[in-house]
């Protein structure tokens, strides 16, 4: 057996949906005692009372988990209906610790969870994030490098409430749970875009305002890098071309991606949705179904030749900006990876950004798989 075990559905009310999942799950894996819980946004209000009903009927108590605009589980996705998703593991003795909400940074961890960091380190980390914390990009670059953490996850996502799982309901920083080295994961990132253009630099910027690339007029770049066809319509831009910036160091062409804000056609500036800086790399890619499913597959693909044995579980984390509105169908995307990955125990999310490596990534989709 291999000890993951994951439950979903969608009801009239909390009580329906946790009772369902609960069925599903019976009987509960041997030696289960970590639990991930995601729930659509219309079961937000309710999501301490589902936590209280599926701790009570599987006897696991540590649990972490968040809010999503949508959830999937397998090949299933939910969108605007109230919904969970359950996944059920069993995980090495002392392999893992749950740490509460991190406001203000590292110095909020309890003492005695810092200690067990210490004592054996924690490669590896699934946190959630509250996209309402304007510190949360420093608070995951501290969580990372304090602990020396691999950090992947998303950001709560809700019309409403938007709590966080942390053994307990919270929110307003980051949460989720430290894996020691006795667990096995293995993670791949799909951007979903295709770059339209070379990486160039950013000559003059203010804040998210991006006035000259290489010396040029930052619009004109622009207009350069999609062609005369787009170019001769701006209005066409908005939601298929984007302001990509290529991460230093990165030896996988990772990159950045930011919203085109807005563009003024008098003085040739660009807004994006990011701060912006003098000696920025920045490039311009296109984000569409085609480029994103084949990204997606050849990131699963990528991932699964690289894997050392069958995964026994995972996570997945995509964007609000992705699933059926980018796919064409409600389950496309999930069931994209599941065809490649076997019928594994799986859930995850739709959020307000994804979290790979401790950065803060936006369109993007995040696997994270438990050997």
């Not at 970590?34 to 659509?40: A, D, E, H, N, S």
């Not at 699934?126 to 309402?132: E, N, T």
Request: aromatic share 8%.
């Amino acid at each position: 057996m291999s000890g993951f075990k994951h439950a979903h559905a969608g009801g009239a009310d909390w009580a329906e949906v946790a009772r369902d999942c609960a069925r599903q799950l019976d009987p509960i894996p041997e030696g289960a005692n970590l639990g991930f819980l995601y729930v659509t946004d219309a079961l937000a209000d309710d999501l301490t009372s589902i936590l209280t009903f599926l701790r009570q009927t599987s006897g696991v108590e540590d649990w972490v988990g968040t809010v999503g605009m949508g959830i999937c589980a397998g090949a299933q996705e939910y969108h605007d209906a109230p919904a969970a998703a359950v996944l059920l593991g069993a995980f090495p003795a002392d392999s893992f610790r749950v740490f509460p909400v991190l406001r203000g940074g590292l110095g909020d961890m309890p003492a005695g969870l810092r200690g067990w960091v210490d004592d054996g380190a924690a490669p590896f980390a699934v946190v959630h994030g509250d996209p309402y914390n304007h510190h949360l990009p420093e608070l995951l670059e501290e969580t990372a490098s304090g602990l020396s953490s691999f950090l992947v996850g998303g950001l709560t996502a809700s019309r409403g409430s938007g709590p966080q799982i942390a053994g307990t309901i919270a929110k307003g920083g980051v949460s989720g749970v430290l894996f020691g080295p006795q667990v096995q994961v293995a993670t791949g990132l799909s951007q979903g875009c295709t770059p339209v253009g070379e990486p160039r630099q950013v000559t003059e910027a203010e804040d998210n305002i991006i006035m000259s690339i290489d010396g040029k007029r930052a619009l004109d770049v622009m207009k350069a890098d999609i062609g005369e066809l787009l170019a001769r319509n701006l209005e066409r831009v908005a939601g298929y071309i984007h302001a990509a910036f290529p991460v230093p160091g990165s030896d996988t062409r990772d990159y950045l991606v930011r919203s085109l804000l807005g563009i003024d056609v008098d003085r040739g500036w660009v807004a994006v949705g990011g701060a912006v800086e003098a000696g920025d790399r920045i490039m311009f890619v296109r984000r569409d179904p085609i480029s994103a499913e084949q990204d997606l597959a050849d990131m699963v693909n990528g991932l699964k030749a690289r894997l050392p044995s069958p995964p026994r579980g995972g996570l997945y984390f995509s964007c609000v900006a992705r699933g059926p509105g980018m796919f064409g169908a409600p389950g496309k995307e999930m069931a994209l990876i599941m065809e490649r990955l076997g019928d594994i125990p799986l859930i995850g999310f739709y959020g307000n950004g994804e979290i790979s490596n401790a950065r803060l990534y936006g369109y993007t989709g995040v696997l994270a798989l438990f050997l």
